[in-house]
Nanobody
Framework: QVQLVESGGGLVQAGGSLRLSCAAS???????????VNWYRQAPGKQRELVARIDRNSIANYADSVKDRFTISRDNARKRVYLQMNSLKPGDAAVYYC?????????WGPGTQITVSS
């Protein structure tokens, strides 16, 4: 089954860190490796927003709100994309999703919840 699954979410105090993982399964390496993978987040009552993306060459882009705090990386051998989140703020609380285009269609994971206590 072709799917993306996020993990690593949870409850953290403001100023803390979390590392999210996006695991791809059912996707062969020749399809996964050249694909751009994105991390999005959606807070209650807000639109889904792009947090970070990483392309086939591991070139990363970030939303201004997370720049210098979050780091996206990929491990093609394991077919995983990570989001290291440092200096977390209450405003970072949301459901985080990864997505990518594989086999000609967009694929989303079910999301992982991040809660940040102040």
């Amino acid at each position: 089954q072709v799917q993306l699954v996020e993990s690593g979410g949870g409850l953290v105090q403001a100023g803390g860190s979390l590392r999210l993982s996006c695991a791809a399964s059912g996707i062969i390496s020749s399809v996964f490796n050249p694909s751009t993978v994105n991390w999005y987040r959606q807070a209650p009552g807000k639109q889904r927003e792009l947090v970070a993306r990483i392309d086939r060459n591991s070139i990363a882009n970030y939303a201004d709100s997370v720049k210098d705090r979050f780091t996206i990386s990929r491990d093609n051998a394991r077919k995983r994309v990570y989001l290291q989140m440092n200096s977390l703020k209450p405003g970072d609380a949301a459901v985080y999703y990864c997505d990518g285009q594989f086999y000609g269609r967009g694929l989303w994971g079910p999301g992982t919840q991040i809660t940040v206590s102040s």
